[in-house]
């Protein structure tokens, strides 16, 4: 069983930067493929990026691209998302989640975290 627990959320203004963490403990974090996803009030959750086991291969969603950067560190046990430029639609509860594949797709996900607050004030 893998327990995720993310970090690194707040109240930024718009155009800030924020570094967001995740660490795994219980399980091997190297074998599993990980994901960040978001939740705006009133929204359905969305995908913002993901990561191969391996941190070769990262894929981000069009709305992030170019502001936010998925990484992992193995040897932390750790993901994160560096997230520039923000914007007040960047304001949402983030979620990181472990898998067995590389997906935008969360159900493919088996492990999930508590989620951290972003508020982004204009």
């Known amino acids: 069983q893998v327990q995720l627990v993310e970090s690194g959320g707040g109240l930024v203004q718009a155009g800030g930067s924020l570094r967001l963490s995740c660490r795994a403990s219980?399980?091997?974090?190297?074998?599993?493929?990980m994901g960040w996803f978001r939740q705006a009030p009133g929204k359905e959750r969305e995908f913002a990026a993901a990561?191969?086991?391996?941190?070769?291969?990262?894929g981000h969603a069009s709305s992030v691209k170019g502001r936010f950067t998925i990484s992992r560190d193995n040897a932390k046990n750790t993901v994160y998302l560096q997230m520039n430029g923000l914007k007040p639609e960047d304001t949402a509860v983030y979620y990181c989640?472990?898998?067995?594949?590389?997906?935008?797709?969360?159900?493919?996900?088996?492990?999930w975290g508590q989620g951290t607050q972003v508020t982004v004030s204009s």
């Open positions: 990561i191969s086991r391996s941190g070769r291969n990262t």
């Open positions: 989640a472990a898998g067995n594949f590389m997906s935008m797709t969360e159900y493919v996900y088996n492990y």
């Open positions: 219980g399980g091997t974090f190297s074998t599993y493929d």
